[in-house]
């Protein structure tokens, strides 16, 4: 059971979300869910905290936005923006297709693709998107530690020169 990130999912697909929300509650995680990236995107830049996204590619709508959008957005506003875990899970592009499109956003494009006809468990690949961005998270604190005790260091040297340069002196 995971006590991690909670996850959110994005799908258009009304028949799709429930399901989901359920298998991934059933596994222990804190789930929302919006059929619409105009709601989600809303939703999830007031949010300081990561989390897990499941996000579709196609939302049939007018405008031609995808969840590609979502994702350029999120990586650029949010504030766990680069490192968000942000699984693509898609029935309409294949895995070619999903290279050519993300083509030129590599920067800003989802952390993995899985096709939602494949044989891969959605938990599975959440459960990988939480681990891969806890571990990331870990790193960062330690070398922030490290850097703010060898920062530390640095400034009790410079400090007990600055001793002795005012014990000489006297």
């Known amino acids: 059971m995971s006590a991690g990130l909670p996850v959110v999912v994005v799908d258009d697909k009304h028949e799709l979300l429930d399901p989901l929300r359920q298998l991934l509650e059933y596994e222990g995680w804190t ?13 999830l830049l007031e949010r300081t905290e990561p989390f897990v996204l499941v996000v579709d590619h196609d939302f049939d709508r007018p405008d031609g936005r995808t969840g590609f959008d979502l ?12 490192a968000l875990p942000i699984c693509y899970y898609s029935g309409r592009i294949d895995g070619g297709d999903f290279l050519a499109a993300q083509r030129g956003r590599q920067l800003v494009s989802p952390s993995s693709y899985t096709h939602k006809n494949d044989d891969v468990d959605i938990v599975d690949v959440v459960r990988q998107a939480e681990q891969a961005f806890l571990d990331f998270r870990d790193l960062f604190e330690q070398q922030a530690l490290r850097r703010a005790l060898l920062g530390a260091d640095e400034d009790l040297e410079a400090g007990a020169d600055d001793d002795v340069l005012v014990g000489e002196e006297r």
């Open 71 to 82: 994702t350029e957005l999120l990586r650029s506003a949010h504030p766990w923006g680069p």
């Open 31 to 43: 789930v929302d869910t919006y059929d619409d990236i105009d709601a989600a995107a809303r939703a």
